[in-house]
């Protein structure tokens, strides 16, 4: 099992999943009407570090987050 | 990288900075605040953040200004910071001026764009996420 959490204004709470690769998430995540809107301008981490390959690789136990558009400062 | 509850002491973190830095023999020390302007109406701005992968992002910054003989510093707040009052300041200290004037345009402009912080209005005590002001993370996009 991977565990998915949904950072800052998302508001949605984490969500686990069995999931091989990043793209596995990707599908699982595309099917929740509520997530439409924002993956397409969401980053990814894994385990607190920024990916940008679907083919990354998981293992049980880890943690992605969903990063929507940030503004600091 | 120094992260607080509400409108940072600005005076405080500067002037602790500089001692900090005393010895160091820099001949430059440029810092930046950011502070919060009445406008639209808004009582104040809230913000999120994500200390891990800030940390990470800010722990790589340390390393860019390090290969240039630079230190950079910042310090942000969490939660509500009511209008007048800064909620993020940051430094650059260098041996000269022209590496620390470029470093603090770099730094916080990638701050801006890959910092992992989340803006909310707050209007009659009720947080609206910034959405327009937002800028989506290199890399957005990747699960869609």
């Known amino acids: 099992m991977v565990k998915v959490e949904f950072l800052g204004p998302i508001g949605k709470a984490p969500v686990e999943m069995e999931a091989a690769t990043l793209a596995e998430v990707a599908a699982k995540l595309k099917e929740e009407e509520e997530l439409r809107d924002w993956l397409d301008k969401c980053a990814v981490a894994l385990n607190d570090t920024m990916v940008n390959d679907l083919t990354t690789q998981l293992k049980d136990g880890d943690r992605i987050s969903i990063l929507p558009p940030v503004c600091g400062g | ?144």
Do not use: C
């Not at chain 2, 764009?113 to 290199?138: C, F, H, L, Q």
């Open chain 2, 1 to 144: 990288m120094e992260l607080y509850h509400g409108p940072l002491d600005v005076k405080e973190i500067f002037g602790r900075w500089l001692d900090e830095e005393a010895e160091s023999n820099y001949g430059a020390y440029i810092p930046f605040v950011g502070t919060i302007r009445a406008e639209d109406g808004i009582e104040a701005l809230s913000f999120d953040i994500y200390e891990p992968v800030l940390k990470a992002w800010f722990d790589a910054w340390q390393e860019k200004a390090g290969e240039r003989g630079a230190v950079v510093k910042m310090a942000h707040a969490i939660g509500d910071v009511p209008v007048h009052t800064s909620s993020y300041i940051s430094a650059v200290f260098s041996p000269k001026r022209r590496v620390a004037l470029e470093l603090i345009d770099e730094f916080v402009e990638d701050f801006k764009a890959n910092a992992p912080i989340w803006k909310y209005d707050v209007r009659n005590g009720e947080r609206i996420y910034a959405e327009d002001r937002s800028t989506p993370m290199d890399g957005a996009g990747l699960l869609a």
